[in-house]
């Protein structure tokens, strides 16, 4: 438990003195007009208070992903609350706080017109279909999960109930994307926010009155998976692609534009952008700890589970358990609500993604409902394709995880080649040194995992080192000739 309190105090202390030196370093600027008050049409582009854009971004990149990727994860040791931390504060809020603020200067752009200008067209337009892809993929992923805690919630598991509540909630997403962003996701957001932020509060309480005996970090930061079934599985790269949304996700590359075309003040960007991300981070530190006391010290039977639970068994369990009736519906329920307002922003982003680079103005209800219904049959499609197969959540789900990093390499590698042209000196590691770190882990694992192409796990080290190097490699080649 030091461990995980020593955390906590890391991810604060880190958004107070890195978070302010990365926004010194990007340069906000309080006097710049954002694109909410320059390019205002009461749909996309809105102004609205901080503390609800706040909410709303950090409820858009959460998801499942802090709490089921922090559960697996957590299988894995002590080395889960590492990654955590460092990524969080190093990678993921650096990759949020610079995707955010250069959609901010130049107009609310979304990630393939941001890696188009600093890329180049060609892989502005692999980026376009990529982002869609993914997006498409977070959709379907954050339909069916929250139909099985639903299902399971109501009592009634059958595949009926469970598809029910796959209808009700896609029917919303269709309403919540069409709709203006201040309409629904500007009034209910912040409550689901308040939701899900109750359950890490309430849960980090019980782990302190408890104060289990669960690994430490000085105790070893070896793979502890094997003993509770997790075999055949490295720390690296396994860890990093496992904890995605709870250190670095490029999902939230595709959501931060959406807060930039509501922010009134760059200097907001801080705790809007690098704040969410830490504030995902510390829930995610939360259920690694909790997941760790389930696992490793006797929680799992103390819950009247087992070690084989999946993560939403593991949710349910726990919450009911020690939080009780009311708290436990309102933890389950924040959990509930995280993937399906995640889904409902994910397929916004789609719809402004296209929107943007077909330059198809999005005011006219008319207009929205073009780029939207394609949208919705070919998610319709992925739906289908889960449903009528027995493990097809499964497979969408680890191609959406490497998909989703890989993504965010992309996203760093643009900020890095901002920073680069913006003349910001030697600050350019504050994304490079992430960028490389995550082309390392995207290229190892899509190489050895059997989703890719399942060499020898023998090569893992080769691979990883000699990514990570040929990349930084290739990068201050790139350099050498942009700045001479």
Not at 2 to 15: H, K, N, Q, T
Not at 19 to 48: H, L, N, W
Not at 223 to 240: A, H, K, T, V, Y
Request: glycine share 10%; proline share 5%.
């Amino acid at each position: 438990m030091l461990s995980f309190l020593l955390c906590i105090i890391a991810l604060i202390v880190g958004y107070v003195l890195y978070g302010a030196f990365v926004d010194k370093v990007f340069g906000s600027d309080p006097k710049r007009p954002t694109p909410a008050v320059e390019k205002a049409d009461g749909v996309d582009f809105i102004p609205m208070p901080t503390w609800k854009v706040f909410m709303i971004q950090f409820l858009n990149i959460a998801g499942t992903g802090p709490i089921f990727g922090a559960i697996m994860g957590a299988k894995f040791g002590p080395a889960s609350y590492l990654w955590i931390v460092l990524g969080c504060i190093f990678a993921g809020a650096v990759h949020d706080y610079l995707t955010g603020m250069l959609s901010i200067r130049h107009g609310g752009a979304g990630l393939p017109e941001l890696v188009g200008n600093y890329l180049g067209s060609g892989t502005k337009k692999v980026m376009l279909v990529f982002s869609l892809l993914l997006l498409l993929l977070v959709g379907t992923v954050f339909v069916y999960s929250p139909a099985l805690i639903l299902g399971d919630m109501a009592g009634d598991g059958s595949r009926s109930a469970i598809m029910l509540w796959v209808a009700v909630v896609f029917v919303y997403y269709i309403i919540a994307t069409l709709l203006p962003i201040d309409k629904i996701i500007g009034r209910i957001y912040p409550l689901f926010a308040a939701a899900l932020l109750f359950m890490a509060a309430a849960l980090m309480i019980c782990l302190f009155v408890k104060w289990p005996a669960i690994p430490e970090i000085w105790d070893g930061l070896q793979n502890r998976g094997p003993s509770i079934g997790l075999n055949g599985q490295s720390i690296f790269p396994c860890l990093f692609i496992t904890i995605a949304c709870g250190a670095i996700s490029g999902f939230h590359a595709t959501q931060s534009p959406l807060m930039a075309r509501c922010i009134k003040n760059e200097k907001l960007g801080r705790p809007v952008f690098y704040g969410a991300m830490i504030t995902e981070g510390l829930v995610a530190l939360i259920w690694a700890a909790v997941a760790s006391y389930f696992f490793f010290d006797g929680g799992a039977a103390e819950v009247g589970s087992d070690l084989t639970a999946a993560a939403p068994t593991v949710v349910t369990k726990v919450s009911r358990s020690w939080l009780g009736i009311l708290g436990g519906v309102l933890a389950i329920l924040g959990v509930v609500a995280a993937p399906i307002t995640s889904g409902d922003t994910a397929f916004r982003s789609a719809r402004l993604i296209v929107a943007d680079f077909l330059k198809f103005d999005q005011k006219p209800i008319r207009n929205r409902l073009v780029i939207a219904v394609p949208l919705f049959i070919a998610a319709s499609a992925l739906l289908w394709f889960n449903v009528a197969n027995a493990n097809g959540f499964n497979i969408i789900w680890r191609y959406f995880g490497w998909a989703n990093q890989t993504l965010a390499v992309f996203s760093l590698w643009t900020a890095t080649v901002y920073l680069v042209k913006a003349k910001k000196g030697a600050w350019y590691l504050i994304s490079l040194l992430p960028a490389a770190f995550m082309t390392s882990v995207c290229l190892t694992f899509i190489c050895v995992d059997k989703t890719g192409f399942g060499l020898n796990h023998s090569l893992i080290p080769w691979l990883g080192v000699g990514t990570f190097v040929i990349s930084l490699v290739l990068f201050f080649i790139w350099q050498r000739k942009v700045c001479k």
